[in-house]
């Protein structure tokens, strides 16, 4: 059972950056759709960023031109970096591999408030 384990959520101000990143615990992104997104309670999961085995990147219209996607394959880790971080953003980040399985993170928060 392939694990997924993010890091680098917090507390940021407006307009602020942060880094999210995670581990795979087998190498897999070289095989599966990889994505980040995000829930805010009561609401289902929206998908912000995406990157499919190719390279070819997605973004949600509410990000796009703030947020980054990538991958190190010889890290077995994913990144998203948010630039210009607004309150709208708070949320619990998750990322995901998609292919044969579907593997989740557990999930990290970031709340942006002044």
């Known amino acids: 059972q392939v694990q997924l384990v993010e890091s680098g959520g917090g507390l940021v101000h407006p307009g602020g950056s942060l880094r999210l990143s995670c581990v795979a615990s087998?190498?897999?992104?070289?095989?599966?759709?990889i994505g980040w997104y995000r829930q805010v309670s009561g609401n289902g999961r929206e998908l912000v960023a995406g990157m499919s085995t190719d390279g070819i990147t997605h973004y949600a219209n509410s990000v796009k031109d703030r947020f980054t996607i990538s991958r190190d394959n010889a890290k077995n880790t994913m990144y998203l970096k948010m630039n210009s971080l607004k309150p709208e953003d708070t949320a619990v980040y998750y990322c995901?591999?998609?292919?044969?399985?579907?593997?989740w993170g557990q999930g990290t928060q970031v709340t942006v408030s002044s």
């Open positions: 995901s591999a998609e292919g044969a399985r579907h593997y």
């Open positions: 087998e190498s897999i992104f070289n095989d599966y759709y």
